[in-house]
């Protein structure tokens, strides 16, 4: 256990410093680590390297840990969702958040609401339209003070619907095709917008998320075990419910927030590294960010250089390269999800 | 007592599903709870386990009010097999016995030397250590409903919940669970359809019906065939075992009544 999380770290760690180097300027491995380490130290570079340094530091760097974040971020919240509603097929977009965010986001953009934001006003329009959305499904779903995890799914796919119906209307009434691209921006996802000034925010809520998630493991074990049993050890299921709900929803609605809602991470990746290591949450919310931040960080990689100049949305990659590897491993070892 | 179900009442909307339960299990009794289709006795044991808050009344283990004590306490003082044991992920036997510590462990922390040690224990009495690493998804009915016993026993619960034990279990499986309940001590509520092993594995049955308590008492003197007939709604005939003398229900398919039950 402790060689494997060693190991994706370091191929974490190699991933992130080839992704900053790769893209239309190309720079080497041990330049891209000068450049970091110049950015860091305050230590200097040469003039005619000023080119190259802004694009490594001011727009790739911020970019490849926007989506390790993400990519970690998305995995544990699938891990999280998946047995908060006991769901193979839950994901971090089950409960509405994703369209709830594309409407706020589609609304501010239309509207132009929220201008005192600057430039984080889309952003901010989309998290608002992911917390009500959030909201939204939690008090349709709440039953006897408890969600019943069926109640939950249901309502949040109805709550997508709704949301998705709310963005055509704003898109087919927008004067101009700006509504459009903003609608296909973030129901794709993609890092491109990635600063500096939007990664302290997205960093915090994520990585107390991980946290967090990781130390309620053995919980999330007695949950999966069903409602009865885990009343009968000792777990209350109606709070660690109502605590995940709202974890997982503030986490999911910063990450979409600033990338959009990137499909299938957050559904595969748990049952890949469930694959791999087993069904104990402990581990897996230990495997799955690690695993989550490799495949964003390739994906975006690919996303951006495939068809260079022009970029290709994420969600296309995560989607491409994600079925295939899932379905290879879901046919070639005995994966048993649900009744056998 | 060791467990009091003290004037216990549930109900869902207008439908009482249980009222006004009294019942005692003394220190290492088993008792039975037994009654017809929705007589309300899961209903009483979800009470106990804490799945359900009841609408009047309490459950006192040692004196003490369970619904008073948070729900990690409780699980330390009462540990249970439940009708609904089913889980989507694959976890494997020895992971799932060992979630049965969870109520004495802090957060992820790991299971010492003497949890190890129950577990395994636990593991060896219900026959399950052969398939400490299998998933509990492949496991047959009879094999994951031993593996729950199992974690209900790593608790180390003062009462022991039973719902159905004996379901799914061969017969070798069912008559080992119940006379190791009786061997090991356990202080025990069980529910059991079949009468004849109820009769054997408890030294108390208390018989529901509509949700009220009808009778306690020894199998001796509960199971009779007047009872048989106006709480069951079967004509049966009730005779002594002969070496241990604890009554014994035998059915005559030829003289069945089919006109329901009276109770």
Known sequence: MRSLVLLLAAVLAVSVLLAIGVGAAAVPPGQTLRYLWAALSGGAITPDEVTTYQIVWQVRTPRV???VLVGAGLSAAGVAIQAMVRNALADPFVLGVSSGASAGAVLVGVTGALTALGIYAVSAGAFLGALLASALVYFVARQGGGLSPLRLVLTGVAAA????????VIVYFAP?????STVLYWSMGGFGAATWGALPVIAAVTLTALVILRGL??????????????????????????GLFVLTSLATGAMVAVSGAIGFVGLVMPHLVRLLVGAAHTRVLTIAPLAGAIFMVWADLVARTLVAPRELPIGVITALVGVPVFV????????LFGRA | MALLLDGLSVSAGTADLVTDLFLTVAAGQVVGLVGPNGSGKTTTLRCVYRALRPSAGAVRV????????????????V?????????????????????GRVPHLRGNRALGAHDRELCRRAMESMEVAHLAGRGVLSLSGGERQRVLVARALVQEPRVLILDEPTNHLDLHHQIRLLSMLRAAGHTALVTLHDLNLAASA??????????RLVTAGTPGEVLTEALLRDVFGVEATVVPHPLTGVPQVLYDLGSAHLEGTTA
Do not use: K, N, W
């Open chain 1, 176 to 180: 101009d095709g700006e509504a459009t």
């Open chain 1, 65 to 67: 840990i926007l989506a």
């Open chain 2, 202 to 211: 408890c030294d108390r049955l208390a018989v529901l019906s509509g949700g």
């Open chain 2, 62 to 77: 040692d004196g003490r009010d369970l619904a008073a004590l948070p729900m990690r306490e409780s699980a330390r003082l």
């Open chain 1, 161 to 168: 619907f709704g949301f998705q119906a709310v963005m055509s």
């Open chain 2, 79 to 99: 540990g249970a097999l439940t009708q609904e044991g089913h889980t989507d992920l694959d976890f494997t036997v020895e992971e799932t016995v060992a979630l």
């Open chain 1, 328 to 335: 290879t491993l879901l046919r070639r070892r005995g994966y």
């Open chain 1, 217 to 242: 493991g053995r919980r999330l074990d007695v949950l999966a075990q069903g409602d009865e049993s885990a009343a009968a050890l000792g777990v209350d299921t109606v709070r660690l419910r109502r």
